[in-house]
């Protein structure tokens, strides 16, 4: 796919593993889980899908035309698509946000590192609840454990980077999607069948309307964004992958629903523990850290599964920390291909560097808070809830006004209908409902 000249995707399967990859990865497996607890449950979930759906998926097409039509970098892609136009600003502000979110992500990469060697050596078993808990505190608040686990992570993200992705994670994506689903599937079975789960349930799924308000709606959204990677151009970098003559239409709608279920099933793994075990759904970034160890406790071999589940999990995540890199990389490689290898690293680097303060952030530096955040909560609000929706907005705007309609119409070759609800939503609906939810947020 990336490798050192600008190749194509060869397959549409291997576009749509990696764009699935790009957008399955600790938005539906970590955020979703805890950002549900933490915004009360099932009214979140309906207004995740819904942003998701209504919002994210249209935008995402609208990224997918944009890399494929350009054949370009984020940055490269206006400044070719709308030469002497100020677009491509947008591109530089999906540059540096990506960034951002990468530097945090590392943190969270080292965290899974961290559990992964701890399952390895079988420290994740055997222990009370309240064990989970402690192990996850204590973890979190050592600042050489997790800098050195942070700077592990970085160092396969850029590693995997500077050579191109284009031969493992391709091949890796085609039997780790499927086996992170079954995986999925048999910790939710086991979940629901503890004594207590169905208060977890009904958690995720019998609305408590008094949660439904714009704070929880922005949530939503940021978290649509997060989760589909839309609005800092990494669709359109990975897009620009992409040969002309691939449709982009099934793509977005296949990254959409499948993004949507693993972030119920992991909801599905998580709550009815929660409640049946005796935790509080409100935890924050720590939530499926605790929780995972306590249900593979309640599963013959769970001490041998959790190993592999992590490995998994460490997969998702790399699928995901890579695209965020590829952005920057591809902005700053352009077209001097042999340049590839030493600006994956300088850029790796300064992102890894960018990402300490959000590591330390839960132990020596619990203390400083920016506008009533940690530094890491601070990075990921900002990131998701104002940088994610300029950008998206940005991105749909361009396409709706800056694109004739036979030019979209021929690129996204959807029937008439599907073509003007798509239209409408990415010219009116989505720009309004995101500027709406943003000011309204801001000023309330
Ligand atoms: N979608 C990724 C996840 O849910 O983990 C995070 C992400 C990747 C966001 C790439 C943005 C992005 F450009």
Aim: aromatic share 16%; hydrophobic share 55%; glycine share 8%.
């Amino acid at each position: 796919m990336v490798s050192s000249n600008r190749d194509q995707f060869t397959s549409k399967i291997g576009f749509i593993l990696a764009a699935a990859g790009s957008a399955i990865g600790l938005g539906a497996i970590w955020k979703f889980p805890y950002t549900v607890g933490t915004n009360g449950g099932s009214v979140f979930i309906l207004l995740f899908i819904l942003c998701t759906l209504l919002i994210g998926l249209p935008i995402l097409m609208s990224e997918f035309l944009i890399g494929r039509r350009s054949q370009a970098d984020a940055v490269s892609a206006f400044k070719k698509e709308a030469p002497g136009k100020p677009w491509f600003l947008a591109g530089w502000l999906g540059v540096i946000v990506s960034a951002l979110i990468l530097s945090f992500y590392g943190v969270v990469g080292g965290w899974i590192l961290s559990y992964l060697f701890r399952a390895v050596t079988f420290q994740l078993n055997g222990g009370s609840e309240e064990h989970y808990g402690e192990l996850f505190s204590s973890l979190i608040a050592n600042p050489w454990e997790v800098i050195f686990a942070q700077a592990m992570f970085m160092f396969i993200t850029i590693f995997i980077v500077q050579s191109g992705i284009k031969g493992g994670i391709e091949r890796a994506g085609k039997w780790m999607m499927p086996a992170l689903f079954i995986f999925f599937i048999l910790l939710a079975i086991r979940s629901l069948t503890l004594d207590g789960a169905m208060e977890g349930v009904k958690f995720m799924f019998v609305p408590d309307w008094s949660y439904l308000n714009m704070e929880t709606l922005l949530n939503a959204l940021g978290l649509a964004f997060f989760s589909l990677s839309v609005g800092v151009g990494a669709m359109i970098t990975y897009a620009s992958y992409l040969p002309k003559t691939e449709t982009i239409t099934s793509s977005a709608f296949n990254v959409a629903w499948m993004n949507i279920a693993i972030s119920i099933l992991a909801g599905l793994v998580i709550f009815p523990a929660v409640f049946a075990l005796g935790y509080s759904p409100a935890q924050g970034p720590g939530l499926v850290f605790i929780i995972l160890p306590a249900v593979f406790e309640q599963i013959p071999m769970g001490s041998v599964l959790i190993i592999i589940f992590f490995i998994l999990l460490l997969f998702a995540t790399l699928t995901s920390s890579i695209s965020l890199l590829e952005i920057t990389v591809s902005v700053f490689v352009k077209d001097n291909y042999e340049k590839r290898r030493s600006r994956a690293w300088i850029v790796g680097l300064v992102i890894f560097l960018a990402g300490i303060p959000s590591a330390l952030s839960f132990g020596v530096w619990s203390n400083i808070f920016i506008m009533d955040k940690s530094i890491f909560d601070f990075i990921d609000y900002i990131t998701a809830n104002v940088g994610m929706p300029i950008g998206a907005l940005a991105f749909s705007l361009f396409v709706a006004y800056y694109y004739k309609t036979n030019v979209t119409k021929a690129e996204l070759n959807l029937p008439n209908a599907g073509y003007w609800l798509w239209r409408t939503i990415v010219c009116v609906i989505a720009p309004i409902a995101i500027i709406t939810i943003s000011l309204y947020n801001l000023f309330a």
